[in-house]
């Protein structure tokens, strides 16, 4: 078991940063709450022993009120700091072993599996899969510049911790910054228009955005090192000179000079 003594379950009894319930127009698209419930699983495996962990990528997208339906479930967990995500993964296998189970990665080299939801009927016709699972990426802290957010900084929206809007913006723009770059791999390198749509659609969410225009919280120390502040802005030129209708966007909340 994976115990953190500081943190306690949360998802059902949230703290108090809570967000109002996102809008997603009429009714949520039953893939996304597919998703949403496989996520719901997991948070509460995860705060029943004590880590405390925030969706991200293009659930954490919806939940704010993006409408693309995602493809997959991302964690980023926050368990004790000598603990990996591995070790995450295993405690989740464990405690549901008839619902998760981990993957050997196809990679002959790699030292990490892959951790898997079996999915039931439902799911599977309701998720149009073809597999019997689902894939759950697992990351901690330090990854890809990933932040460790403290317990009473987590975010809740609709009862799912999510990161936070002006993280996951930047971390959206880190993404199609590494998959462009990855020309040789053309599934991965395809992701860089849904990281692009994704990253669309957040600048169009007006109540999130205009709070980055009125505040400093690129500066945030707590979510962004001052390495991490700097290199965003250099996907952003970069971006912008790819597609300048970001160019004004990110000049408003204040990225961008």
């Not at 959206?172 to 692009?196: E, S």
Request: glycine share 4%; hydrophobic share 35%; proline share 7%.
């Amino acid at each position: 078991m994976i115990a953190n003594p500081d943190n306690s379950p949360s998802r059902l009894r949230p703290r108090h940063l809570v967000e109002p319930k996102p809008s997603y127009g009429s009714i949520v698209p039953p893939q996304t709450q597919c998703l949403l419930n496989i996520a719901g699983e997991i948070v509460d495996i995860l705060q029943e022993n004590g880590v405390d962990c925030v969706l991200f990528g293009g659930l954490a997208c919806t939940l704010y009120g993006s409408e693309r339906v995602p493809n997959d479930v991302d964690l980023l967990t926050f368990p004790l700091p000598h603990l990996d995500a591995e070790d995450v993964k295993k405690l989740i296998s464990e405690a549901s072993p008839g619902r998760f189970h981990l993957k050997p990665s196809r990679n002959k080299k790699a030292t990490w599996k892959i951790l898997q939801c079996i999915l039931t009927e439902q799911e599977k016709l309701v998720l149009s899969s073809l597999s019997n699972s689902c894939k759950i990426d697992i990351l901690t802290p330090g990854t890809k510049d990933l932040p460790r957010i403290p317990s009473n900084r987590i975010m809740y929206l609709d009862t799912y911790p999510v990161m936070q809007f002006p993280a996951l913006l930047l971390h959206k723009l880190q993404a199609w910054d590494d998959r462009r770059k990855q020309v040789g791999y053309a599934r991965q390198y395809q992701k860089r228009l849904l990281d692009l749509e994704d990253l669309d659609r957040l600048f169009k969410l007006g109540e999130y955005v205009t709070r980055l225009r009125s505040s400093k919280l690129w500066q945030d120390r707590g979510l962004f090192s001052e390495q991490f502040e700097e290199a965003s802005k250099i996907r952003a030129l970069e971006l912008c000179e790819s597609y300048p209708e970001f160019a004004g966007r990110f000049r408003s909340v204040r990225l961008l000079t």
